[in-house]
């Protein structure tokens, strides 16, 4: 259900229909408008009745909400969402452009490559200190140290940090050391991860599972959402297919229809999306021509040497010559890059 406040309805109005809902055993969730404030409920089990709604004080009009997804719908918000992630846009005119190595494996290399990342246009850094890695004898990251030296890494360059929690406890270390939480594609239903990062402070960089539907994924955002954390923002990478030319096959048919659907902002990630350096600038130019808010990419200066998904990272300078294809693309889709 969805509550429409009144363009003229007053602060207490408000209040008094969110004591309303909660005197109920239900949950109230205000999302401000620039016309009017709405009011997502959640909580309930069975259909509610509007009427119960309508005859409060301030309220234009109550809503049955179609979707399973309610607070991540543009049922319930109409405008597109802009993500602070350490005070650069996400969503919005602008575009974002996510870059760095798979993994944190030095210092020296971590900060080396991120100097090269913010030089050519980078908005926020990224790099994994906790892998979630398909064989238990690969590179399992640095752990704490690895984020110690993200920390680093944002006071020299002043690249805000993403980086992947794959539980509970590096979900809580993450968050003393970064900006953006990123929950990986192998714990996109990993629900109590989910329910814990719906609780963190930090926004939530939400992948799309290795296999998993539009709704699964947008149900997904909902798990977060429905604890509290709007600041979500999600990132299409790529699902399983028959195709062998690729590590996966990059499902950009999604960007427009998550557009369609949710007010969310998702970015698209070309790297393990194809899996192949020579394929991640075509998609990622082609991530942006359909209207993605932005892309990530995987940085190294030596990919040869990398500990990991050294076969997806694009060279320093390669790098570079994206950003200068984005920002040349970006006013044809209406956006911007500076
Ligand atoms: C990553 O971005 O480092 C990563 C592991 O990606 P995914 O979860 O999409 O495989
Ligand atoms: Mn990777």
């Not at 408008?33 to 005859?55: K, M, Q, S």
């Not at 309220?59 to 309610?70: H, S």
């Not at 070309?270 to 130019?285: C, E, F, M, Q």
């Amino acid at each position: 259900m969805l509550i429409v406040m009144e363009s003229a309805a007053t602060e207490e109005q408000i209040r008094g229909v969110i004591d309303r809902i909660q005197a109920l055993g239900l949950r109230a969730h205000p999302i401000p408008g620039a016309e009017r404030t709405a009011i997502g409920i959640t909580g309930n089990h069975g259909p509610l009745d509007p009427a119960e709604f309508e005859i409060l004080s301030g309220v234009q009009q109550a809503i049955r909400v179609t979707k399973p997804y309610k607070l991540v719908s543009r049922e319930v918000k109409a405008s597109g969402s802009v993500i602070q992630v350490g005070g650069r846009p996400v969503g919005g005119p602008r575009l974002t452009i996510i870059a760095g190595p798979c993994a944190v494996e030095t210092e020296d290399r971590t900060l080396a490559i991120a100097r090269q990342v913010a030089a050519a246009g980078a908005d926020l850094f990224r790099a994994g200190a906790f892998k979630p890695r398909t064989s238990p004898y690969s590179f399992q990251g640095l752990g704490l140290e690895g984020l110690r030296i993200l920390a680093r890494v944002r006071r020299e360059t002043g690249l805000p940090i993403v980086t992947e929690a794959v539980d509970e406890e590096s979900m809580a270390m993450v968050e003393d050391h970064a900006d953006a939480v990123q929950i990986g594609a192998r714990n996109m239903q990993n629900f109590s991860l989910l329910k814990r990062a719906g609780k963190s402070k930090l926004p939530v960089f939400l992948k799309r599972g290795l296999s998993a539907t539009l709704d699964e994924f947008l149900m997904a955002a909902e798990y977060i959402v429905s604890e509290g954390n709007y600041q979500v923002f999600l990132c299409e990478r790529g699902v399983r297919t028959f195709a062998d030319h690729s590590r996966n096959t990059l499902d950009l048919a999604i960007v427009p229809s998550v557009k369609h659907l949710s007010h969310l902002p998702i970015l698209v990630d070309p790297s393990h999306g194809t899996g192949r350096r020579d394929k991640v600038i075509p998609l990622a130019r082609a991530a942006i021509a359909v209207g993605a808010d932005g892309v990530m990419v995987e940085v190294h200066d030596d990919p040869s040497r990398a500990l990991s998904d050294g076969p997806q990272a694009i060279l320093p300078d390669q790098f570079a010559a994206l950003v200068g294809d984005i920002r040349a693309m970006a006013g044809l889709v209406g956006r911007l890059h500076d």
